[in-house]
């Protein structure tokens, strides 16, 4: 029986190892974009690498335009479009300039590598410590974005974790200045997990004294519901945050979220005068890159916090593990395009803080101009 099964298992192998060789490999595009691949097809340019790892597929192309896009599993995670180099600098330069003077640094998720290469120029940074699920990102990324993100994989102070990023933060027994994250979309499967009120929760236990959080709001692609259960489960953990804007002209595209565990206030005449010492000669130019150019022009990005918003907030859902109702709210959003109507509502609300924006007259007069609160 053995001797007649033989022949025909080789056989049976022979088969499936034909029939493998006739599966057309899966476009490039669907990879890519996912199921707005057809949306890109005239625009989309050319692959430059793709792979398929142990947990997302991974695609660099670049575009007709000239730009450079990473995507992870059918979606765009980042670009050197300037509006997006603009929001991945922020989400790193924003959180070290508002610490006083930040050693360890935290970031969830590589992506690009441009959130975490914004701390290699920060000169009282001494660790970055970058944990990341999928093994085939950081080497593509260091590839195809090493001049954007600053080598930052090859700096003698960056070590990258392998690892789930909620596993980490709670069997991480290191407590950070600064914890932030790339941009990961809520909307997909699993990453609910990431904007819910335990993790903040846990982020705020493994922040050192007047350490911070940032956090990434996407609000394109989504709806109010969705945006207001963000922001209300963040400032449940960190009632004194700040929320700012990274889109240059000011209408909605997406903003980052500043979390610290105590009230705090910015000296904007301090700032300008760190931003022009010698040692922080990059991080402006960094800036400069993405039209910063001053403390004002960076404070200016300020579009509100928890106080403003209460009222907003108020029937808000706060996304917990038990529930994770961001999960279903961002899915229910995803083809919503209401951007600019979201940020402009949260604006309506915007008065001049007082009490967190310090310095001279002429400091504090001339933020209140470029924010348009003269009067309020």
Known sequence: VQTCALPILIAALVVVALLARSVRPIPWLAMAYGRRMNQFVQIAGKPLYIGEGM???????????????????????????????RLQRMLGHISALLHAQPESVLVVGFGAGVTAGTFVLHPSVKRITISEIEPLIPPAS????????????????????????RHFVLTSKEKYDIITSDPIHPWVKGTATLYSKEYFEMCKRHLKPGGLVTQWVPLYESD?????????????????????????????????????????????DALEQRLHRPDHARVLASLAEVGIRSATDLLATYAGRQ??????????????????????????????????????TILSHQTFPTDLFVGS????????????????
């Open 307 to 344: 106080d403003e918003l209460k009222d907003w907030l108020r029937t808000a859902a706060i996304n917990r593990d038990l529930n994770m109702r961001l999960q279903y709210l961002a899915g229910w959003g995803l083809n919503f395009n209401h951007a600019d109507l979201i940020y402009q």
């Open 55 to 85: 947990n997302s597929s991974i695609v660099v192309s670049e575009p007709t335009n000239g730009t450079r896009y990473f995507h992870v599993s059918g979606k765009v995670e980042a670009t050197t479009e300037p509006f997006d180099m």
């Open 142 to 165: 260091a590839r195809y974005f090493g001049r954007e993100n600053y080598q930052v994989l090859k700096d003698p102070r960056t070590r990258v974790v392998y690892d789930d990023a």
């Open 361 to 376: 007259d002429a400091a504090v007069g001339g933020l209140r101009r470029a924010l348009g609160l003269q009067f309020r």
């Open 224 to 268: 109010f519901r969705t945006i207001q259960s963000e922001l209300a489960t963040f400032f449940a953990v960190f009632p004194h945050a700040t929320i700012w804007n990274s889109d240059a002209s000011n209408t909605g595209y997406d903003v980052v979220l500043v979390g610290q565990a105590e009230p705090s206030s910015i000296d904007i």
